[in-house]
């Protein structure tokens, strides 16, 4: 997203404009505006005096003294530098140039005439001329505004995730208003998040938020959905002005701009606090909308897992259950008639299924646990004991064949879940004992690389066929076995992959060159996934 | 002729039970069994078992709580019955005064090879002293504790102090698995969950010295998630 593009147009408002002047502030502009209006007069009185020297007709200083005005009314804030000019035009023209010279009275009986209608001109034209020159200003003003939350809107529009929308509001504010602002959003249960605190410049001034006074402000502002704070009704004793953000479903959070030294937000401020917060609002909305669609994306991906998983559970359960329920009738029913022999045969048959069901109900259990998100219980770990730890396990499957265990003589310490990365080394060589002849050699090899371990369990079996690598990690993907002469749920890999992932690694299959196949994993050596 | 050594199972599945009660009594153990956690004070109290063997997932109480009730009144082995995965409540089980576990599902071999382990420390426990205790001899591992040698096959180890004491801990719990926090505070007084990291380091130091393999390690096994069990029989 583009910040840099945000605080440009920011500094394009300069500060006097939305931000609270402080009262120092506009003490001194009243002292510059006097001294400006004092100097301007005193110039056309000068200018008058010298017209009565090289002889010009009075009417010339009155003209002189409205010019004055004029200036004064351009020169000056408000419309009160110029009234004053005005008043001071009439009364230096009465005190200079009218007889007596050098007093307030006049001889003539018209001078309060013209002084009466030199002052309503002059008064006239300073007026218009604030008006006008009050209305640029505030048209200048607009027009930055608009450009403000044009910026605004194309900043918002750039991110994604509720935080990160109202970090790009909150600090686009503190920028605008030069002040504190307080963010908080609401969550899925409606109730107020952690508010987030931005401050521009200024950093102690974010203090204010902390009291439970401001919370309480924040709070009410959001249940009831009106501003709230100072310049309210509703605590108007707190130091900051408090406004919902309000959407098409509801308050989505609330926006606080903090007013020092009980100094109210002008209107215009309000305005645009106004204006930014249905910004801000409306990207909140998108924000959750496409939240909504995701997750109902995820929940019909889910579902469908989930029926699949259901389809294989009852199709692979069923067949050993099968098998275990004729086997144990036969020998309860003929306990008589069979021999030892064959009660004995009927009985492994019964033990090896029913280790079969074990095996493939824990996978499918881990399959559900993996699901619904794994939470990693990551510790250091020790490579090698992990290692042993998995073989150990593994061993009384593997009579046939010959494991080859390959690792560094130094220790190897790793963030892990531990189970879960023993499970994705069982599963890998459980894998290579169905798929390799007896006697075959697997080979289990742990390396550093950069900032990755890697671990490879290798055979030198038949190798995969090259059609299935592309598949061979998705679930329900099975090959026929050599070994133990029935499938496997297809479970095995699918889990070793969602649990690699999730420790920020990635997972292979590839055929050896000199036959055989690698299975082969990475995981980071650091945390910081 | 020698008492029959008493068991008691506390299991909720029938079938469970059943074959678990069939099997010990079919090596010679006498075997009483419940299906209520809340009915295990009152059957210790009564037979005083040698053995309590119970599950950690009964429908009527924690077993956890079971054992902190049971461990002031007896010093029968405790060991705990607990699904795979479930590494937590294991750790918890044993922190609470069980003495070993079993993970579903388990074989009869490793159900009986658990109760010898057991039976063997109960029975050390009232034999006096024997003299030749103080040389502990497994496999190739030769440790003598009074002139604090260790020898492999004739071949005299090295280890630093802190090595030494890691292991002669381990020595006095052969078969039996010792959790993380159990080992840290015994050998450093503390535990504070970090540490584990440096006592894997000192284990794997160990390993290199008495071990011809670590990945296959023949004395010093590891049980993940959970601690540490020095190889018996």
Redesign the interface.
């Known amino acids: 997203m583009n910040k840099r593009q945000i605080n440009n147009s920011m500094d394009i408002l300069g500060k006097e404009e939305y931000s609270n002047p402080t009262k120092q502030d506009r003490v001194r502009s009243a002292i510059i505006n006097v001294i400006v209006t004092l100097g301007i007069m005193t110039l056309a009185t000068l200018l008058s005096v010298y017209f009565r020297y090289i002889g010009f007709h009075e009417s010339n200083f009155i003209m002189a003294y409205i010019l004055g005005v004029l200036i004064v009314a351009k020169q000056t804030d408000g419309y009160i530098y110029g009234i004053l000019a005005s008043v001071i035009g009439v009364s230096s023209f009465n005190f200079f140039f009218t007889e007596p010279y050098y007093t307030f009275a006049t001889y003539r009986p018209d001078y309060p005439v013209t002084f009466l209608i030199m002052l309503i001109v002059a008064s006239i034209t300073s007026t218009l001329t604030a008006k006008a020159k009050q209305e640029a200003r505030l048209s200048s003003l607009r027009e930055k505004r608009t450009q403000v939350l044009y910026e605004i809107s194309k900043g918002l529009l750039k991110v994604r995730s509720i935080n990160q929308i109202s970090e790009v509001g909150g600090m686009a504010l503190a920028k605008i208003f030069n002040c504190s602002v307080i963010m908080a959003t609401a969550n899925s249960l409606n109730n107020l998040n952690e508010p987030f605190i931005y401050t521009y410049d200024n950093h102690d001034r974010a203090a204010i938020f902390k009291s439970f006074q401001e919370r309480r402000a924040a709070a009410e502002s959001f249940e009831t959905g009106s501003p709230v704070g100072i310049g309210t009704e509703k605590y108007a004793d707190s130091s900051a002005y408090y406004l919902p953000i309000r959407g098409q479903s509801g308050t989505l959070g609330v926006v606080g701009v903090s007013c020092f030294a009980g100094k109210l937000l002008t209107d215009e401020q309000v305005r645009l606090l106004e204006a930014v917060t249905t910004q801000i609002a409306l990207a909140m909305e998108r924000e959750r909308l496409s939240e909504k669609q995701q997750k109902a994306k995820l929940d019909v991906e889910r579902e469908r897992l989930r029926s699949n998983l259901l389809r294989a559970i009852s199709h692979d359960l069923r067949t050993p259950l099968t098998g275990i329920l004729g086997s144990t009738a036969t020998i309860l029913d003929n306990d008589e008639v069979l021999d030892k022999k064959v009660k004995r045969e009927l009985l492994q048959s019964v033990q090896e299924e029913a280790s079969w069901l074990i095996h493939s109900v824990e996978n499918m259990l881990n399959i559900t646990r993996i699901d619904e998100g794994i939470a990693l219980k990551k510790n250091m770990e020790a490579v090698e004991e992990i290692i042993a730890e998995a073989i150990s396990r593994i061993k009384k499957f593997a009579s046939n064949h010959i494991i080859e265990i390959d690792i560094p003589a130094d220790l190897i310490l790793l963030p892990m879940d531990g189970i879960l990365i023993e499970q994705v080394l069982i599963n890998l060589v459980d894998n290579a004992l169905k798929y390799t002849p007896h006697g075959a050699c697997i080979r289990i090899k742990t390396q550093i690389e950069g900032e990755k371990a890697i671990f490879e369990v290798s055979d030198n079996g038949n190798g995969i066929q090259e059609a299935d690598i592309p598949f061979i990690f998705d679930r329900f993907y099975t090959a026929p076995t050599i070994n133990m002469g029935r499938r496997g749920t297809g479970l095995g890999l699918a889990i070793c992959k969602s649990i690699v992932t999730a420790h920020g690694g990635e997972i292979s299959a590839c055929n050896n060159p000199s036959g055989g196949a690698t299975f082969r994993f990475t995981l980071p050596l650091k945390e910081g996934y | 002729m020698k008492n029959k050594p008493l068991i008691l199972v506390v299991e909720d599945e029938k079938p469970i039970r059943n074959f678990m009660c069939v099997s010990l009594e079919a090596q010679g153990y006498k075997c009483i069994d419940t299906q209520h956690g809340k009915t295990v004070v009152s059957l210790v109290a009564a037979h005083n078992p040698e053995i309590i063997i119970i599950d950690l997932g009964l429908p009527d109480i924690d077993g956890i709580e079971v054992i902190g009730m049971v461990r002031p009144l007896t010093k029968a082995a405790i060991i705990v019955v607990s699904a795979?995965?479930h590494?937590?409540e294991k750790v918890e089980a044993l922190d609470c005064g069980a003495d070993d576990y079993l993970t579903k599902?388990f074989s009869v071999i490793e159900l009986l090879a658990r109760i010898r382990v057991a039976l063997r420390h109960s029975n050390q426990g009232r034999q006096p002293e024997d003299p030749s205790a103080s040389v502990f001899l497994m496999k190739d591992l030769k440790i003598d504790l009074e002139k604090r040698r260790v020898f492999l096959a004739d071949d005299e180890i090295h280890l630093t102090p802190m090595e030494y004491k890691l292991l002669t801990l381990m020595v006095k719990y052969p078969g039996r698995v010792l959790t993380h926090k159990f080992i840290l505070e015994e050998i450093w007084g503390t535990f504070s969950g970090n540490d584990?990291?440096s006592l894997?380091?000192f284990?794997?130091?160990i390993?290199?010295k008495i071990e011809r393999?670590?990945?296959?390690?023949r004395y010093i096994?590891?049980?993940?998630?959970v601690g540490y069990r020095l190889a018996d029989e």
């Open positions: 795979r995965g590494e937590r599902p584990t990291q894997r380091v284990m794997a130091n390993r290199r393999d670590p990945a296959q390690p096994l590891t049980e993940v998630g």
